[in-house]
T-cell receptor, first 114, second 114 residues
Framework: DAKTTQPNSMESNEEEPVHLPCNHS???????IHWYRQLPSQGPEYVIH???SNVNNRMASLAIAEDRKSSTLILHRATLRDAAVYYC???????????????FGQGTILTVHP | SAVISQKPSRDICQRGTSLTIQCQVD?????MFWYRQQPGQSLTLIAT?????????ESGFVIDKFPISRPNLTFSTLTVSNMSPEDSSIYLC???????????FGQGTRLTVV
């Protein structure tokens, strides 16, 4: 599995954008990049995923470097509800290997200040 | 999407006893997964449960300690056997609904062994 490096913690103010970086320099060409987050006392929830192109959804945007060795999760306007641990997870998917088998790193603890 | 119900949500158990955790999904899924989250730590995959076959365990986890059942496509159980205080963790069930889809997690079962 590709190894990831994320900051242990980050802080933001409410209503401001947040850029959460992730280094995954050992990623292979077929690894998708997934982001999940875990709110306090809850199970992880899916945020976004992508392969090569930048991706947008209602929750966030994912910017993937051209060499795919790093990516950045962008929360456009942080809210207090976005305070969580954010996990960047490269996930191998070929020949039927499933997305559900995820290898979680330590993630980034995001604190949002009012 | 998938709605996952885990029971119990929490329990306090005596060492040497066993606890069975149930995971119910609101729709049929092929792959179900069990994770452990030790206090202050990230999630670690215990095993993959497929209907109609034995579960596949990750390194460091064995069937005698964590027997798993998967009687149908919407239900699975994880038993934590002969518990010790080191087994105190949150145990989470996860599912995926197909290749190239996101994973969904239950709220977890918080187990304390005394």
């Amino acid at each position: 599995d590709a190894k990831t490096t994320q900051p242990n913690s980050m802080e933001s103010n409410e209503e401001e954008p947040v850029h959460l970086p992730c280094n995954h320099s050992t990623i292979s060409g077929t690894d998708y990049i997934h982001w999940y987050r875990q709110l306090p006392s809850q199970g992880p929830e899916y945020v976004i995923h992508g392969l090569t192109s930048n991706v947008n959804n209602r929750m966030a945007s994912l910017a993937i470097a051209e060499d795919r060795k790093s990516s950045t999760l962008i929360l456009h306007r942080a809210t207090l509800r976005d305070a969580a641990v954010y996990y960047c997870i490269p996930s191998y998917n070929a020949g039927g290997t499933s997305y559900g088998k995820l290898t979680f790193g330590q993630g980034t603890i995001l604190t949002v200040h009012p | 999407s998938a709605v996952i119900s885990q029971k119990p949500s929490r329990d306090i158990c005596q060492r040497g006893t066993s606890l069975t955790i149930q995971c119910q999904v609101d729709s049929q899924v092929t792959m179900m997964f069990w994770y452990r989250q030790q206090p202050g730590q990230s999630l670690t995959l215990i095993a993959t449960a497929n209907q109609g076959s034995e579960a596949t365990y990750e390194s460091g986890f064995v069937i005698d300690k964590f027997p798993i059942s998967r009687p149908n496509l919407t239900f699975s159980t994880l038993t934590v056997s002969n518990m010790s205080p080191e087994d105190s963790s949150i145990y989470l069930c996860s599912v995926e609904k197909g290749i190239n889809t996101e994973a969904f997690f239950g709220q977890g079962t918080r187990l304390t062994v005394v």
